[in-house]
């Protein structure tokens, strides 16, 4: 029997896998910062050995990309040394390793979608941390172990850019939204559904990286206008440019990923964005 331990539970990663644990014969190990501190080497060990796991999935992380700024040893603590950690006991016990990484390892300035291999040079501290977790484990190196690059998550759980959205286009009128940053957001309910449907066949000797979002390319204002559309609120999106809403951590201008990889590796289908922010919504309650 699998024995799954799931890290960052109450993250809207975590959350999604959660609810759909209970369609796979696994045993699931849910666990959020107040349970399991993965920063602790010590405290990693003794719940892996005294639950027989043998998978991690990893979907803790400090994501708070601005906060990341002045709170740059936090975010390397749980990006990047605990990573490190989880790397080691994975290699030491024979564990597989589900790492969930970034957009952000990249600085944006592509014109194609970022495959596996494309150089990475992150803009802040963020993705610097997240870059250097993945190197951690890559250097480590615990077999059928992966790391998933994701982008622009939302979920029915969780604080989120849909959320935003539908709670200010109920207050609002209308609203600004950047239109220069392209790339495709990824509904956490179909990044779980993967992760849990890969688990039994990812096997390799090194540790292999994989992107995942949904399919469709467009800006935060394209997809603004489309949540505003399908939950039918009255509220004007207005296009405006990255540098008319300034912030502490610079944003990668283009994020789209090409996930042709861990299609043809799985043989996943991976769904549309637009069919998938209207699954959100309807379980939401924000559609019909």
């Given at each position: 029997?699998?024995?799954?331990?799931?890290?960052?539970?109450?993250?809207?990663?975590?959350?999604?896998?959660?609810?759909?644990?209970?369609?796979?014969?696994?045993?699931?190990?849910?666990?959020?910062?107040?349970?399991?501190?993965?920063?602790?080497?010590?405290?990693?060990?003794?719940?892996?050995?005294?639950?027989?796991?043998?998978?991690?999935?990893?979907?803790?992380?400090?994501?708070?990309?601005?906060?990341?700024?002045?709170?740059?040893?936090?975010?390397?603590?749980?990006?990047?040394?605990?990573?490190?950690?989880?790397?080691?006991?994975?290699?030491?016990?024979?564990?597989?390793?589900?790492?969930?990484?970034?957009?952000?390892?990249?600085?944006?300035?592509?014109?194609?979608?970022?495959?596996?291999?494309?150089?990475?040079?992150?803009?802040?501290?963020?993705?610097?941390?997240?870059?250097?977790?993945?190197?951690?484990?890559?250097?480590?190196?615990?077999?059928?172990?992966?790391?998933?690059?994701?982008?622009?998550?939302?979920?029915?759980?969780?604080?989120?850019?849909?959320?935003?959205?539908?709670?200010?286009?109920?207050?609002?009128?209308?609203?600004?939204?950047?239109?220069?940053?392209?790339?495709?957001?990824?509904?956490?309910?179909?990044?779980?559904?993967?992760?849990?449907?890969?688990?039994?066949?990812?096997?390799?000797?090194?540790?292999?990286?994989?992107?995942?979002?949904?399919?469709?390319?467009?800006?935060?204002?394209?997809?603004?206008?489309?949540?505003?559309?399908?939950?039918?609120?009255?509220?004007?999106?207005?296009?405006?440019?990255?540098?008319?809403y300034p912030t502490p951590a610079q944003r990668p201008h283009y994020s789209l990923l090409n996930?042709?990889?861990?299609?043809?590796?799985?043989?996943?289908?991976?769904?549309?964005?637009?069919?998938?922010?209207?699954?959100?919504?309807?379980?939401?309650?924000?559609?019909?």
């Amino acid at each position: 029997m699998l024995n799954v331990l799931v890290t960052g539970s109450n993250g809207q990663l975590g959350s999604e896998i959660e609810e759909l644990s209970k369609e796979y014969k696994y045993n699931f190990y849910f666990t959020d910062r107040t349970t399991l501190d993965i920063s602790n080497p010590h405290a990693i060990t003794e719940f892996i050995i005294s639950n027989n796991i043998n998978t991690i999935i990893n979907c803790a992380a400090y994501t708070a990309v601005d906060k990341a700024e002045s709170d740059a040893e936090m975010a390397d603590t749980i990006n990047h040394l605990a990573v490190k950690h989880l790397a080691e006991i994975s290699k030491e016990k024979n564990i597989q390793l589900i790492h969930i990484s970034t957009d952000y390892v990249f600085n944006g300035k592509n014109h194609m979608p970022y495959i596996e291999t494309d150089e990475t040079n992150p803009n802040g501290v963020y993705g610097k941390t997240k870059l250097d977790g993945e190197k951690a484990m890559i250097e480590i190196n615990p077999k059928n172990s992966i790391i998933i690059r994701t982008s622009w998550v939302y979920s029915s759980y969780g604080a989120n850019f849909v959320k935003t959205m539908l709670r200010l286009g109920k207050e609002k009128e209308s609203l600004g939204v950047i239109f220069d940053q392209v790339g495709t957001p990824t509904y956490a309910r179909d990044l779980a559904q993967a992760i849990l449907e890969i688990i039994p066949k990812i096997s390799s000797d090194k540790v292999e990286i994989y992107n995942y979002s949904n399919e469709g390319v467009l800006s935060w204002y394209d997809f603004a206008k489309e949540i505003m559309q399908m939950a039918k609120l009255n509220c004007e999106i207005n296009p405006i440019e990255t540098k008319e809403y300034p912030t502490p951590a610079q944003r990668p201008h283009y994020s789209l990923l090409n996930k042709s990889k861990i299609k043809k590796a799985f043989n996943l289908t991976i769904p549309y964005y637009k069919d998938s922010l209207n699954e959100c919504l309807i379980k939401m309650g924000e559609k019909k």
